[in-house]
Nanobody, 124 residues
Framework: QVQLVESGGGLVQTGGSLRLSCAAS????????VGWFRQHPGKEREFVAA????????VYADSVKGRFTISRDNAKKIVDLQMNSLKPEDTAVYFC?????????????????WGQGTQVTVSS
């Protein structure tokens, strides 16, 4: 079983930046990819970005392309989400999740393990 712990959330002004980290531990060999999702209050969880451990292939939601960058450190088993040019609509709880797949990474059912989430608030 993989365990995931997010960190790096906080309060930032519009146009600012934040860097989220997702640390994986446990049976990380059972995870082929890691994704970031977010959930706005009262709304369903939505895909943000994902990356595969082996080849570093990335996938982004259209709403964050060009502003967010996902990266991984295989040795440390950490996946980061660098968020730039933040907007108030980026305010949400951000979750990282582990998947045994390298495809269909935009879909929630592809993920079997989730972190506890970290709050990101962008003030206008």
């Amino acid at each position: 079983q993989v365990q995931l712990v997010e960190s790096g959330g906080g309060l930032v002004q519009t146009g600012g930046s934040l860097r989220l980290s997702c640390a994986a531990s446990g049976r990380t060999f059972s995870s082929d990819s890691v994704g970031w999702f977010r959930q706005h209050p009262g709304k369903e969880r939505e895909f943000v970005a994902a990356i595969t451990w082996s080849r570093g292939r990335t996938v982004y939601a259209d709403s964050v392309k060009g502003r967010f960058t996902i990266s991984r450190d295989n040795a440390k088993k950490i996946v980061d989400l660098q968020m730039n040019s933040l907007k108030p609509e980026d305010t949400a709880v951000y979750f990282c999740a582990a998947s045994a797949r390298t495809d269909r990474l935009v879909f929630i059912p592809s993920y079997s393990t989730w972190g506890q989430g970290t709050q990101v608030t962008v003030s206008s």
